[in-house]
């Protein structure tokens, strides 16, 4: 079932909760495959009804990203939701999410601004805004859904560790379920962004991956070093790739590490093709 408007969807979950049943979350932005297939399952598993938001958020692209050419596949979505066990899409137009004709600054709109420490690096550095624009969307999607469980991919691991610090700064009476990193059997962590990319284009992806496994061979036979480790990653880069970032950092707070340890979390982003991708790993 694909419902388009906040309303209906509230008078569907107020029915839910009259039943006592659990409600989960999986916000996604559609262009669903099989990693947001493991959250819809995860939810399904855990709760009473989920809720699968499909909605491509404006706020948060940056001028010159892809909004307009991201992909919207809600056909194929919906047979996805369905084949997972999901309840209902919630698919809203920008309108409906912030207003008819509404102007989409913080100018004019209230925005959800997570603190600077956790959004200065990574994605952030690059994508200025960018988590401002999460972080709006997410809170509004657990004020419509009042969701018991959300439901967040690891792939997006910076993301999924300021949505946790936003609940709990603002006491949202939500648990986030962190899910595992879905890749395909040569390792390319499954993205929507890869419908952008060719085959070839897929082989010179594989470099996100190989850095990464490489460098938690190296930590495991124990190189702590991180300048040292950093080192291991660049015979895997060719002129086909444009790192943005390799960075260890904790996985708790995105803190800096110059020595890695079991918390630590190696983060990647690189364009290949013009296409950016991002990964990471926690070391162990």
Known sequence: MIIHTISELRKIIKDWQKEGLSIGLVPTMGALHDGHKSLIEKSVSMCGKTVVSVFVNPIQFCPGEDLDKYPRTLIQDEILVNKAGGDVIFAPSPAEMYGEGHILSNDFLTYVVPPYFYTDKLCGKSRTGHFDGVCTVVNKLFN????????????????????????????????????????????????????????????????????????????????????ALKETAYGFLNENHDLEYLEFRDADNLEEKTVADLNTVVFIAVKTAGVRLIDNLKLG
């Open 144 to 227: 419509i859904v009042r969701p018991d469980f959300a439901f967040f991919g690891e792939k997006d691991r910076q993301q999924l560790i300021i949505i946790k610090k936003m609940v709990k700064d603002l006491n949202i009476p939500v648990e986030i379920v962190a899910c595992p990193i879905v890749r395909e059997k040569s390792g390319l962590a499954l993205s929507s962004r890869n419908k952008y990319l060719n085959e070839t284009q897929k082989t010179d992806a594989l470099a996100l991956s190989k850095i990464l496994f490489n460098i938690n061979d190296c930590f495991k036979k124990g190189i702590k070093d991180v300048n």
